[in-house]
């Protein structure tokens, strides 16, 4: 335990945090060729969910129930402002940022444990998981986003301020309760994000792409260019990549269609592949790919981050 309770010697450290990531920032797709640019940011206007046509969804094993993220009240936020303001009084964050990540959470667990009970706040069991997991988000990760980019089953998650949080899942765009404290909160975690590929995001830069760790791509545009609030666009990296076969079989692309393409793989073509946002281009890209030749060189060329 390191924490400097009692001692506030008024030079606080910035209150978020995030000890370096493990994984270097990598392309989405390493080992393919990547031939397009990345939706650009389109206007002023903050980033609306984008109309996608809805495609048909893969066939899948019945989800496990997961945790959906109800929306929280007042006093929860209110709870959490002041636990979070008590806990950095009472952290050393340079001590904090030599720990690893599961030590770190364990520190941050035991301190706001103590905060809790000496404060005597009224708070069920499942209340106080809640705002343990919260808190050491805020601290070590990317905030109210960490549930969302947990999950492998969202394909965007998409902010247009602190309180309205969208994401898609299966091709269709629906609201989360997801929300930030507050636009600087929000403001802060993408400036987080994108700290990480090197570049910065503020009044004279509010145009931003970036990656996370994973090679998730990241869009942030700033205001006074956004009007409410930040808005912040992540295309989640997917761990599972789709086949040419799967494609035909969701009747995505007849089969000599894919033969077609398959053979133009093969045969060095030129290819272009376009369409709108999200509408499937490095996807189709990243299947082609494996019908490249072994031998053949590949070179990977992407502006996005
Ligand atoms: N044929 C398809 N059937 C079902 N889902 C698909 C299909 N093609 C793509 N997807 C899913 O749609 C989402 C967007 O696909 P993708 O990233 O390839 O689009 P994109 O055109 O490259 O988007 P952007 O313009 O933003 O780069 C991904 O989650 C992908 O898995
Ligand atoms: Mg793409």
Request: aromatic share 4%.
């Amino acid at each position: 335990m390191f924490g400097k309770r009692g001692k506030d010697d008024g030079n606080r450290a910035i209150p978020e945090f995030r000890p370096p990531a493990s994984a270097p920032a990598a392309p989405a797709s390493t080992g393919t060729m990547t031939v397009e640019r990345p939706a650009a940011p389109t206007s002023s206007a903050p980033a609306a969910p984008p109309a996608r046509r809805p495609v048909e969804a893969p066939p899948m094993a019945p989800e496990p129930p997961r945790k959906v993220q109800r929306e929280r009240s007042e006093t929860y936020y209110d709870t959490k402002s002041q636990v979070f303001s008590a806990l950095i009084d009472t952290i050393d964050l340079s001590q904090l940022a030599k720990l690893d990540p599961e030590s770190a959470r364990e520190e941050i667990r035991d301190i706001v444990n103590d905060i809790i009970a000496i404060k005597n706040f009224a708070m069920s069991i499942s209340e106080q998981e809640e705002l343990l997991e919260d808190i050491c988000n805020d601290v070590l990760g990317y905030g109210p986003l960490e549930p969302l980019l947990a999950r492998d089953d969202i394909a965007d998650i998409m902010v247009n301020g602190s309180k309205n949080v969208y994401i898609e899942v299966n091709g269709k765009v629906e609201q989360t309760g997801v929300r930030f404290r507050d636009n600087q909160q929000l403001l802060n975690i993408c400036q987080r994000i994108v700290s990480q590929v090197g570049r910065r995001v503020d009044e004279s830069s509010p145009i931003c792409d970036a990656r996370l760790p994973d090679g998730s791509r990241v869009n942030v545009i700033a205001p006074p260019l956004s009007i409410d609030g930040t808005a912040l666009t992540i295309r989640k990296f997917k761990k599972d990549k789709l086949t040419l076969d799967q494609l035909v079989k969701f009747g995505a692309i007849s089969p000599q269609g894919a033969e077609i393409l398959k053979i133009i793989g093969r045969v060095r073509c030129n290819v272009v592949i376009s369409g709108g946002t999200g509408s499937g281009k490095t996807t189709l890209l990243n299947c082609l790919t494996n019908y490249i030749d072994r031998e053949e060189r590949v070179i990977t060329c992407d502006d996005s981050a």
